[in-house]
């Protein structure tokens, strides 16, 4: 029965039988994380020859280069030759990084700052204001780093098809919007894709800043767990088409497909954006890691290849997000308390409770020993105006584990709305 | 003999000689590299049992973390225990980073830059200059990274006991002087130790500028290729005596003990601006590549174990410094045009020529199908106000070919000599 339909007894009665269920699972002093998309030790487990992949010296000369030297700044022309597969771009657009996409998307903006971008008229760091376009809910690590760098985040809704375009093409006529945050493919929180006629608009959007850069996070471009790997476009050859060659740098890594934190990166960008962007980073290093970067390719070989590993990960994955979907819809669609999306791929299940319950109900899930994602944090600034999107990151605990977890905050979240309802 | 002694018949008659040599060894169609500190083959060879220092998954949970997933910022405990005994100082004052400390120190100054320094009153780009010393003859790529910041570059000159701390003294009075840079052992290009007086000197140096930064590059501290290790002092301790607890970044790697480009690096400070930093490259990154670090630790043990290897590569390493001291002796000692440092570690051999002859000499190295860095980039802006220091690397060519470059070398330099002293 919806909670917004009961009499204050019943009301009552069901806050005291949550109420005792609460205590229970307190009392077992629990400790699970549900708070970040860290895989979990079967998804490492699985990759283990990895480690292996590349032992014998010899091996170590590839492309006419030893790998084990300095050199190469832009990486190994065998490991952009990979990604450039993976993201149907071309492999002079891909420049190889280290362990961390997340890396280069903050060097990106912080040479936006010191030096400019190929486009702009000055460093960001000479200008009075710099605004960013955040669709949201969205990535925490993306806020923070406009937060860090003291932009204006405007907060761009989010719609089932992708960023609410309207409100992009409205905001991009303000010559101080300098960029937008996306995650395209099963966005972060909630696994939307967006729809080709968005990504058709964002491709090509006309903003008033000559040096406008399109964050597009493709983390997890063949992240499927449930179903076929789905195509998706190339953004650079969008934009390109539209009259925007040098708008967009695109990012993704094998955080989710190898190692998290000990895998390669890439940033894949226009001709013209990487020759600037290679000249700045010339500075800044020699080269990335390339034993790591072959040990890859050796590893993950090509796309198909690497499909095929997506699957393995898939089969553990599914049956994680299966376990939270199934609490939810058991637990939580009946008292008409909050909403979540279904994706099919990612790493998030994002959950939408009435306004204001996000907050409590973390907070008690704290309480109970389960950590979460801090509730706000996939708004700007942490806040969240509704108070009510929370990120479920399902992949880490076993799924015993997950079971008692999302246990936990199926009962928090309850408790949460039933002290709202009878405040 | 001398050639300024020489009357202008034997001036002619030794320039005929040795353009003849020079066209012979011209037309031998060379292509020998002698550009950078790169080690050889025979050194990557060496370390290849670093490739399969980790293969088993087993082995990858250490410090009750699994170091295949996310986390652990500043690096693994055991990463930082290892990088504390060699460089003297306290774990907890080592940050480990990805594969090049060079990318560590460009970070350091760009946040100085994006968002200040512990002390800074405010992020150097709001300043409307900035000043930094350089030692020189010095590294180049630091140069470049004050160079690409804008900043205004002031030479210090070089003595044999490091940098020339009056002058130092005397420049930092100026608040816009905002830091230096320093190879305190083995300096780039003239393998210097600095010693303990010029050391003590620096720090307890009482700059005008509350958030100057002592950029401490330590890059060859356990580098020796000739004779036993020598002791260097912990400069951060030193620091923190003297009252300057929090003005010194000191930077390490394992670039040149495994395999460049591909190893580890540390940053080591005081607690309170590792607390500072860490801050800041929070948004930067979830954690550099902590199976790298893992691989290391197991690979290279402890400083003990660092120091048995240091003398392995040393072995491989001495022959090609004797081969280029032994050339120069006796092709260019007598000669009386150059002069140059016999340094017992470190990665190159610096001359200074008569005034005005390096540009002249490397071009015609280069005619002869020999590069070598640049003239001028051991100075600020590339400028080499005398025109005569060459920084001669001679670890990447096996011994054959080192010996026919220096051959080379020594032709061009005698050449340029005898241009101007006929001109």
């Known amino acids: 029965m919806e909670y917004a339909k009961m009499t204050p007894q019943q009301l009552q009665a069901e806050y005291d039988a949550v109420s005792a269920r609460f205590q229970e699972l307190k009392e077992k002093g629990l400790k699970l994380d549900m708070s970040r998309g860290k895989p979990g030790k079967a998804q490492l487990d699985m990759v283990s020859d990895l480690l292996s992949a590349l032992t014998d010296p010899a091996d170590c000369i590839v492309d006419g280069m030893d790998v084990r030297n300095y050199g190469e700044l832009s990486g190994l022309p065998c490991a952009k030759a ?22 280069l998307m903050y060097d990106t903006i912080a040479k936006a700052y010191t030096h400019g971008l190929l486009h702009s008229e000055k460093p960001w760091a000479k200008l009075d204001k710099v605004k960013f376009l955040c669709p949201s809910p969205g990535y925490d690590r993306h806020f923070k780093i406009s937060e860090s760098f003291g932009m204006e985040m405007i907060t761009i809704p989010m719609t089932a098809d992708g960023p609410d375009m309207d409100a992009v093409e409205q905001a991009i006529q303000d010559p101080a919007v300098k960029g937008m945050w996306c995650v395209p493919k099963y966005s972060n929180p909630e696994g939307v894709i967006y729809s080709d006629e968005t990504i058709r608009r964002i491709a090509g959007m006309k903003p008033a800043a000559k ?24 953004i650079l050859s969008l934009c390109r088409e539209a009259g925007n060659p040098d708008m967009v740098f695109e990012y993704a890594s094998t955080s989710k497909v190898t190692f998290p934190g000990a895998g390669i990166s890439v940033m894949a960008t226009s001709v013209d954006n990487m020759k600037y962007m290679t000249g700045l980073m010339s500075i800044q290093t020699i080269s990335y890691d390339k034993v790591n970067q072959l040990r890859h390719v050796r590893f993950l070989k090509d796309k198909a290849h690497t499909l095929e590993l997506m699957k393995k990960h898939a089969a553990i994955m599914k049956p994680k997000f299966d376990a939270v979907l199934e609490a939810l819809d058991a637990e939580i669609a ?18 939408d409770t009435m306004d204001g319950l996000a907050k409590r109900t973390l907070a008690l899930c704290k309480e109970a020993g389960v950590v979460m994602t801090g509730a706000g944090a996939t708004f ?32 928090c979240l309850r408790l949460a709305a039933l002290e709202k309802l009878m405040a």
């Open 82 to 103: 990979y990604f450039a597969e993976i993201l149907g771009c071309k492999s002079e657009e891909c420049f190889i990084g280290g362990n961390a996409s997340l890396n």
């Open 211 to 234: 040096d406008f850069v399109l964050m597009w996070d493709n983390a997890y471009c063949i992240h499927e767990f449930d179903g076929d790997f789905v195509p998706f476009p190339d």
């Open 334 to 351: 009946p008292l008409g308390i909050a909403q979540w999306k279904r994706p099919k791929g990612g790493y998030f299940i994002s959950v």
């Open 380 to 411: 700007p600034y942490g806040v969240d105006p509704r108070d009510r999107n929370i990120r479920i990151a399902p992949s880490l605990p076993p799924v015993e584990e997950l079971e008692t977890a999302i246990q936990v905050f199926c009962t």
